[in-house]
């Protein structure tokens, strides 16, 4: 088991990893949609979901993998109201074959962001 630290996603901003690699499987911490080029939290969905994803997408490559390696993905929302404009975002990185997903509705998410998404990827 190896931890996976990318300085390219955000710093873990508690007792986490932002990824942990056991083989022939990669888990990501729930990745927040800080911007790491502004180094800004996103306020607008469609950017929030974009940075979401691109923080994901880092730390699977900083342990060799891509998003056509991802098997399952948890997006938690603030809204379910922005479900149809999170979805147009979410399908421009991956492939034909889209992992499995599971989305749900919270209260309250931390920094009151609008979303967090995390995945889990195989390595074939």
Do not use: H, W
Not at 20 to 28: K, P, S, Y
């Amino acid at each position: 088991m190896k931890n996976v630290v990318t300085s390219k996603a955000p710093a873990a901003i508690g007792p986490y990893s932002q990824g942990m690699d056991i083989g022939n499987l990669v888990f990501t911490s729930g990745q927040l949609p800080l911007n790491m080029e502004t180094g800004e939290m996103e306020t607008e969905i469609k950017a929030a979901t974009k940075a979401s994803l691109t923080n994901v997408e880092a730390i699977f490559a900083q342990a060799g993998l891509t998003m056509n390696d991802v098997i399952k993905t948890t997006v938690f929302i603030s809204d379910m109201n922005n479900f149809a404009a999170m979805n147009e975002v979410y399908a421009t990185f991956f492939g034909e074959i889209a992992p499995a997903r599971s989305c749900v509705e919270v209260a309250r998410l931390p920094k009151d962001v609008l979303v967090e998404i995390e995945a889990i990827a195989v390595r074939k």
